[in-house]
């Protein structure tokens, strides 16, 4: 089992930057894929940004290409996610999670996931 915490979240102005942090512990040597996710109420959850192990690859949304960038420390076992340049749009519950090898923009993909921490941009 791995054990996923999300941090960092919170209520900032449009045009304003936040800085999600994910830590995890446990089995952490099956992390291989990390990523981030975001759900509104009744929306289904969507895809935001992910990192494969190496950290050399990094895939984004559409919408938060050039705002949004995930990064990894391997030795601490925690993914970041910088947002600048928010917008009301991105409001929503901002998910962190873990998956095996490879890569991968699907949900299901990812076996193990946190709480969520809650960001609000206001207009």
């Known amino acids: 089992q791995v054990q996923v915490t999300e941090s960092g979240g919170g209520l900032v102005q449009a045009g304003g930057s936040l800085n999600l942090s994910c830590a995890t512990s446990?089995?952490?040597?099956?992390?291989?894929?990390m990523a981030w996710f975001r759900q509104t109420t009744g929306k289904e959850r969507e895809f935001v940004a992910s990192i494969t192990w190496s950290g050399g690859r990094t895939f984004y949304a559409d919408s938060v290409k050039g705002r949004f960038t995930i990064s990894r420390d391997n030795v601490k076992n925690t993914v970041a996610l910088q947002m600048n340049s928010l917008q009301p749009e991105d409001t929503a519950a901002y998910y962190c999670?873990?998956?095996?090898?490879?890569?991968?923009?699907?949900?299901?993909?990812?076996?193990?996931w946190g709480r969520g921490t809650q960001v609000t941009v206001s207009s």
């Open positions: 446990g089995r952490t040597i099956s992390i291989y894929k």
């Open positions: 999670a873990t998956g095996g090898p490879g890569s991968s923009r699907w949900a299901s993909d990812y076996n193990f």
